[in-house]
């Protein structure tokens, strides 16, 4: 394992790290990459299985993504799973500006009293579908939603006037569960536009997979900027996963994932992502192509995965020690949150619960930090006056 000097988190001094899964609830799973087996379609069914099973296995997250391609939408996915979860947070994403603010943070307020302060928000600041705003415009209005969700939390009146919104309002119907700041807000981006939004305003940065270095001076990027807003993050990393007894078994099952695909399918399906022309998905595009003619771009880290898929576009492959030592290299680094996911998702979950998810310690942030009360909070929804 590879010791390097930890860079400067929130969480710099926790021992463990927040292990998610993933809720392929955006057409996001099957079992060879680029075909459609009607058996792993994201319907309500498959989809509900898999994160009852995370909360079962012990992952104390899950991300349920947003994309407008065919599946299931994020927010009315996430109301209708909340009641059938005991343990596990809901990492919901929200793209902003997609729903008007107040009403988004009614919204959060009811999902975070359901799930009784389990709620984690992923924000997101892609293009509204069929809309097209420039990468500074698309910053500068999630910018906006995020002060206005925080003045909902924290304040008694949203008082907000900006490029996109200007609101006069009181904040007694839009209170949520946990009263310490409200959710705790994820966030992934790459241009300096949302490296600035980021440092400002979120909690835990996410990054796709990169080499190792590449990783280390993104997150050195970012604790350097938010320490100018006077702030410490925490980071992520958002990243396929592949285990199996033996080195050799997670190389051929990894193998056999692309061996139905054909490339220019592969194309069409990175494109037709909303995100699919970002930097981060170029990235993504370059760290491929830097990548040995095996698919792997160093020990472990094979980009294989993203021939067939926009965002996210590599995988750790190896058996559960090699995996291991890679995520605890991972955490010396300063990374505090993994969201793992694989093809298909809930034969994977499996696999990494039963031989690497033992040897790890897990904890929640939101826990972590305090933002879940104890007992009823005095909001509206929890024991407080009705107005």
Same mark, same amino acid.
């Given at each position: ?41 994201s319907n309500w069914k498959?989809t509900a299985e898999i ?45 902003? %500006?997609?729903?008007? !603010?107040?009403?988004? &943070? ?5 999902? @975070?009293?359901? #799930?009784?302060?389990?709620? $984690? ?66 966030? %992934?981006?790459?241009? !300096?536009?949302?490296? &600035? ?5 979120? @909690?835990?940065? #996410?990054?796709?997979?990169? $080499? ?81 003619? @095996? ?52 034969q994977e979950a499996q ?37």
């Amino acid at each position: 394992m590879i010791v390097s000097k930890i860079i400067p988190s929130k969480a710099s001094e926790l021992f463990g790290a927040e292990i998610s899964w993933f809720a392929p609830i955006c057409d996001g799973d099957d079992d060879f990459l680029g075909t459609r087996n009607e058996q792993y379609k994201s319907n309500w069914k498959n989809t509900a299985e898999i994160v009852r099973k995370a909360d079962v296995l012990g992952y104390r997250n899950i991300l349920c993504p947003s994309s407008y391609q065919v599946g299931q939408d994020t927010l009315t996915f996430a109301a209708a799973i909340a009641p059938q979860i005991k343990k596990i947070n809901l990492l919901t994403a929200i793209r902003c %500006g997609e729903i008007h !603010p107040p009403m988004l &943070a009614r919204t959060i307020a009811t999902l @975070d009293h359901m #799930l009784q302060g389990r709620l $984690t928000l992923n924000i997101i600041s892609s293009n509204l579908p069929g809309t097209e705003l420039d990468s500074v415009a698309r910053y500068q209005r999630s910018r906006e939603v995020i002060a206005i969700l925080k003045q909902a939390w924290n304040q008694d009146f949203i008082d907000f006037h900006g490029d996109f919104y200007d609101l006069y309002l009181p904040t007694a119907p839009v209170k949520p569960y946990q009263q310490k700041g409200g959710p705790m807000l994820y966030f %992934g981006g790459y241009s !300096p536009a949302g490296i &600035a939004l980021c440092a400002e305003h979120c @909690d835990v940065y #996410l990054m796709w997979p990169e $080499t190792r270095e590449i990783l280390k001076a993104q997150m050195e990027t970012l604790s350097a900027k938010a320490a100018t807003y006077h702030r410490t993050l925490d980071f992520g990393l958002r990243v396929h996963v592949i285990v199996r007894e033996t080195e050799e078994e997670a190389r051929r099952y990894a193998d056999q994932l692309i061996s139905k695909l054909d490339v220019q399918k592969g194309t069409e399906i990175r494109e037709r992502a909303q995100d699919a022309k970002s930097l981060g998905v170029y990235r993504q595009s370059q760290m491929r192509a830097a990548a040995r003619s @095996d698919h792997f771009v160093e020990p472990h880290l094979w980009t294989g995965i993203g021939l067939a898929r926009s965002g996210c576009g590599a995988a750790l492959v190896g058996n559960p020690q090699q995996i291991l030592d890679k995520i605890k290299d991972y955490m010396n680094m300063g990374i505090r949150s993994f969201i793992f996911s694989g093809y298909p998702h809930h034969q994977e979950a499996q696999y990494f619960a039963k031989w690497v998810l033992p040897h790890l310690k897990t904890i929640s942030l939101p826990k972590i930090y305090g933002r879940i009360p104890t007992t009823l909070p005095d909001t509206p929804l929890g024991k407080g006056t009705r107005f």
